[in-house]
């Protein structure tokens, strides 16, 4: 496994930022504070960014961990070779010497991450937070992209990104200019490689959606009340079928929770912390 390291800045006190090629892959990191690891994991089409509210205030109490997942941000581009997120988040870990378990905080895709993580690594995971979660296995009923990812081919990146960002999936978002630029300003920098190249990433066996009670790990389910209705059954699900699970419904919240009410999403996720201290 190669773990060369590239570091770009690490100033005492201050966001270490860099890059570990881990997996065959090179993976962007940045790292704030000290203590019990809480791993941020982003959602598609965007990056570390979109954790900025969380990432700052948990790090005063937590050693906050956010990196750019393959294909995203200032990580490598996916090539011809199989590989799975999670694996690719355990040699992450493992090469920044992180060995105890770490709080998983997941937004959509980011939740089918840590969830798939949970299930492969429980002894590497301490708690899960899962943030209008998707989970591997579950059959979308409204919500669909075909038309977005037809489009890249026939119109143009740019032209489907701008598609994305007009779904009703950010409708509640636009409502906040800062958001709404915030997200932007990620789409900008997303490459657009997912409309038009097949990932090789693995798929997870059985899947994710028919594991849930499996994963015997002390798990919030937080979620926007105006999220998209597949995104809700999701959540409900989860909170349903994982053992323990707490959960949270977010008033007058999209599908950005976390940036949309950042206030309300970091005091439940600072309750959930300080209960896993008992």
Same mark, same amino acid.
């Given at each position: 496994?190669? #773990?060369?390291?590239?570091?770009?800045?690490?100033?005492?006190?201050? #966001?270490?930022?860099?890059?570990?090629?881990?997996?065959? #892959?090179?993976?962007?990191?940045?790292?704030?504070?000290?203590?019990?690891? @809480? $791993?941020? $994991?982003?959602?598609?089409?965007?990056?570390?960014?979109?954790?900025?509210?969380?990432?700052? !205030?948990?790090?005063?109490? !937590?050693?906050?961990?956010? !990196? *750019? &997942?393959?294909?995203?941000?200032?990580? /490598?581009?996916?090539?011809?070779?199989?590989?799975? %997120?999670?694996?690719?988040?355990?040699?992450?870990?493992?090469?920044?010497?992180?060995?105890?378990?770490? @709080?998983? $905080?997941?937004?959509?895709?980011?939740?089918? &991450? /840590?969830?798939?993580?949970?299930?492969?690594?429980? =002894?590497?995971?301490?708690?899960?937070?899962?943030? *209008?979660? +998707?989970?591997?296995?579950?059959?979308?009923?409204?919500?669909?992209?075909?038309?977005?990812? =037809?489009?890249?081919?026939?119109?143009?990146?740019?032209?489907?990104? =701008?598609?994305?960002?007009?779904?009703?999936?950010?409708?509640?978002?636009? =409502?906040?200019? @800062?958001?709404? +630029?915030r997200i932007e300003t990620m789409l900008?920098? !997303?490459?657009g490689w997912h409309f038009v190249d097949?990932?090789?990433?693995?798929?997870? @066996?059985?899947?994710?959606?028919?594991?849930?009670?499996? &994963? /015997?790990?002390?798990?919030? &389910?937080?979620?926007?009340?105006?999220?998209?209705?597949?995104? +809700?059954?999701?959540?409900?699900? /989860?909170?349903?079928?994982?053992?323990?699970?707490?959960?949270?419904?977010?008033? *007058?919240?999209?599908?950005?929770?976390?940036?949309?009410?950042?206030?309300?999403?970091?005091?439940?996720?600072? *309750? %959930?912390?300080?209960?896993?201290?008992?």
């Open positions: 496994m190669l #773990t060369t390291t590239l570091v770009f800045s690490a100033p005492a006190h201050k #966001t270490e930022k860099g890059c570990k090629l881990v997996n065959g #892959t090179r993976l962007y990191y940045e790292i704030k504070g000290e203590g019990q690891p @809480i $791993v941020f $994991v982003h959602g598609f089409m965007l990056d570390c960014r979109m954790w900025d509210d969380q990432f700052n !205030y948990f790090s005063k109490w !937590y050693r906050c961990i956010r !990196y *750019d &997942i393959r294909g995203y941000g200032l990580s /490598a581009l996916p090539g011809n070779e199989p590989y799975t %997120f999670q694996e690719d988040l355990k040699s992450l870990l493992f090469s920044l010497e992180i060995r105890e378990p770490v @709080i998983l $905080v997941g937004h959509s895709l980011g939740g089918r &991450i /840590a969830s798939n993580f949970a299930l492969q690594y429980p =002894r590497f995971t301490k708690a899960l937070v899962l943030a *209008d979660s +998707q989970f591997e296995g579950y059959v979308f009923k409204g919500f669909k992209l075909d038309t977005i990812f =037809r489009s890249a081919i026939t119109k143009g990146i740019e032209y489907a990104k =701008r598609k994305w960002l007009a779904l009703e999936l950010f409708a509640p978002a636009r =409502r906040n200019k @800062i958001v709404t +630029q900008r920098f !997303y490459s097949k990932n090789p990433v693995v798929h997870f @066996i059985p899947p994710t959606w028919r594991q849930l009670s499996n &994963i /015997a790990l002390p798990t919030l &389910i937080v979620y926007g009340v105006l999220d998209l209705p597949d995104f +809700q059954e999701m959540s409900e699900g /989860a909170a349903e079928k994982i053992p323990g699970a707490i959960k949270v419904v977010l008033a *007058d919240t999209g599908h950005m929770s976390n940036m949309e009410n950042p206030t309300e999403f970091n005091r439940e996720l600072l *309750d %959930f912390f300080d209960s896993l201290q008992d």
